[in-house]
């Protein structure tokens, strides 16, 4: 099926497409090759063309389309070790990873816990404050990735559910209200 989004009936989501992903404007390197990049939504509460994001058209998902959900709707996105995430927390998104390559350390609540491995998964309950370790694996292009992990969110809102700090023990600030150079000076273990 081709077409209308509100026609679809399931989306697939295969292995393959997301280890080939998109590559980004006239670059040599696909969005998760990319330093410190946010990852590659798959569904997200609305399709951003400015970032390369068209809405979905088929049932099988190939990047960079994306099933726009709403706020309150789900959010599902795969990471590599090229990129990174923000220390921060979610009012009420439940966020769920599940590690389908390599293995992934985490700090929960500003404490490191033991590292995940393929097909381990860890729910982030709403309220919790969570960074991914940034990766010690090689950041050189390659064929290859060696670390990917899916994030779903439910009852994803957003940036207008994502909460960091400036600096330690300071207030919680939503992402959307901070400039860029706020964003990235937050706080960061």
């Known amino acids: 099926m081709n077409g209308d989004i509100s026609k679809l009936a399931y989306v697939a989501i295969s292995f393959d497409n997301v280890k080939k992903d998109a590559y980004v404007d006239n670059s040599l390197l696909r969005k998760l090759e990319v330093p410190d ?15 390369g994001e068209t809405p979905i058209d088929k049932e099988l998902w190939v ?14 996105a795969t990471f590599t070790e090229f990129s990174s995430q923000d220390r ?12 389908l390559k390599g293995h992934l350390t985490f700090y929960i ?11 381990d998964e860890i729910v982030i309950l709403p309220g ?8 010690s694996y090689s950041l050189k292009k390659k064929d290859n990735f060696e670390l ?35 964003r990235s000076n937050a706080y960061k273990l």
Not at 109 to 119: K, Q, T
Not at 128 to 135: E, G, I, M
Request: net charge neutral.
């Open 148 to 182: 990917i992990v899916r994030v779903h969110s439910i009852s994803c809102y957003g940036e207008d559910d994502k909460y960091v700090q400036l600096e330690p023990d300071g207030q919680w600030q939503r992402w959307n209200t901070l400039s860029s150079l706020q």
């Open 63 to 76: 990047a960079p389309s994306i099933f726009p959900t709403g706020n309150g709707g789900i959010e599902i």
């Open 109 to 119: 609540n500003d404490r490191e816990i033991p590292a995940l491995h393929e097909g």
């Open 37 to 51: 990049n946010n990852g590659r939504k798959i569904f997200a509460t609305s399709v951003m063309p400015q970032k």
């Open 88 to 99: 921060h927390r979610h009012d009420r998104a439940t966020e769920i990873y599940t590690v």
């Open 128 to 135: 919790t404050t969570h960074q991914v370790r940034k990766s």
